[in-house]
């Protein structure tokens, strides 16, 4: 997904960490476990299976938002 960095979604939201090592950072910053991430060129998608929602992230960072809510499972 990203040429540099290593991309992952859990408790918090959705986090990069440099491919040779560093500190991880925070693009989209959530308050439950989040699974299933997925990304297009623009943004960065993944559901939180505690509140059964779909969320979205830019690449860049900024606010997260909620695409589909009250979903059965991820």
Request: glycine share 14%; charged share 10%; net charge positive.
């Given at each position: 997904?990203?040429?540099?960095?290593?991309?992952?979604?859990?408790?918090?939201?959705?986090?990069?960490?440099?491919?040779?090592?560093?500190?991880?950072?925070?693009?989209?910053?959530?308050?439950?476990?989040?699974?299933?991430?997925?990304?297009?060129?623009?943004?960065?998608?993944?559901?939180?299976?505690?509140?059964?929602?779909?969320?979205?992230?830019?690449?860049?960072?900024?606010?997260?938002?909620?695409?589909?809510a009250q979903?059965l499972?991820?």
């Amino acid at each position: 997904m990203e040429p540099s960095a290593v991309l992952f979604v859990g408790f918090g939201g959705v986090r990069s960490v440099p491919k040779t090592g560093g500190a991880v950072t925070t693009i989209g910053a959530t308050p439950q476990a989040g699974y299933f991430l997925a990304a297009d060129a623009t943004h960065l998608y993944w559901t939180d299976y505690t509140n059964n929602t779909v969320h979205s992230v830019a690449r860049s960072g900024g606010p997260v938002r909620v695409l589909a809510a009250q979903q059965l499972g991820p």
